[in-house]
């Protein structure tokens, strides 16, 4: 339905975080980290078998920091430094351990303070990660009925708090493809057309961000940057304030669905922010809608 396409055209820069919900056991880890690394070669991918392996009590310190002596080593968080991290099943990890990625996101470091040192490491890390709708994988599926009752879906979800979901610039549901898509002939873009359009998206920010330090991409934007190269057109400030009402999304989502617009106006090698890029970047919130949690 697009997961691939929408993920790596619109997400692909350092900070950006997204997950994409799939529906009835459809798979597609595997074939998102084959075009993850067609963009980065560093990906740390963490699974909830590797979850299985070291024990809940032992993710924290492997998301944050290792100690294997006197003093921490860096911690998956930030052996994604400048790349990816891919958390798969993202319900199964501990809801105290995914809270600790909140200032990670937010910062773009990690400080580890102990009685007789202080440390810090870097973690600009684009977050990755992937979920069942619910505990048996049918909600909000076309044709097959969910056996999960409204308080099963609703703890499910709950189990990934409403400060980290604000962090997290996209979401995006997958439903199953149909036979008669599956069937089609039609020649799908290439992965090669769609790096290089990509790249082109990256160049017009390394421009417009060269004389800001520390500031490469849209991800990184303040709010004062925003205010300049992100404000959208009369047509869509409204769009995005109908949204910010019917569903009343905060402030942080505001800030990112701005940033989104602004890499989708990119991609297309527009220099404003138009009506429909405000509408394509609000479409990557699934998780912000009325219909979820039951």
Known sequence: ???????????????????????????????????LRIFSPNIVHISYSFVNKIGFDNQYSHLLCKYTGTFPQPGEISLAHNGV?????????????????????????????RAKFAIEYPASFMLVSSMNPCPCGYHNHPERECVCSPGMVQKYLGRISG??????????????VPFDKLAEESTPESSSAIRERVINARLIQEERFKESQGVYCNAQMSSKQLRTYATPDVAGSALLKNAMQRLNLS???????????????????????????????INYRNLDRDGWGG
């Open 1 to 35: 339905m697009g997961l691939i396409f929408f993920t790596v055209n619109k997400s692909m820069e350092r900070g950006r975080s997204f997950s994409y919900f799939s529906n009835g056991g459809v798979n597609f880890s595997h074939l998102l980290l084959f075009y």
């Open 85 to 113: 991290l891919f958390l798969d099943e993202l319900p199964e990890f501990k809801r105290t351990v995914l809270e600790v990625m909140r200032q990670p996101l937010e910062d773009r470091k990690i400080c580890i303070s």
């Open 163 to 176: 400060p980290l979901l604000d962090r997290i610039d996209i979401h995006i549901e997958i439903v199953p």
């Open 251 to 281: 402030a942080r989502a505001y800030d990112r669905i701005l940033k989104v617009s602004r890499t989708i106006a990119d991609l297309g090698a527009c220099e404003k922010v138009e009506v429909q890029h405000i509408a394509e970047a």
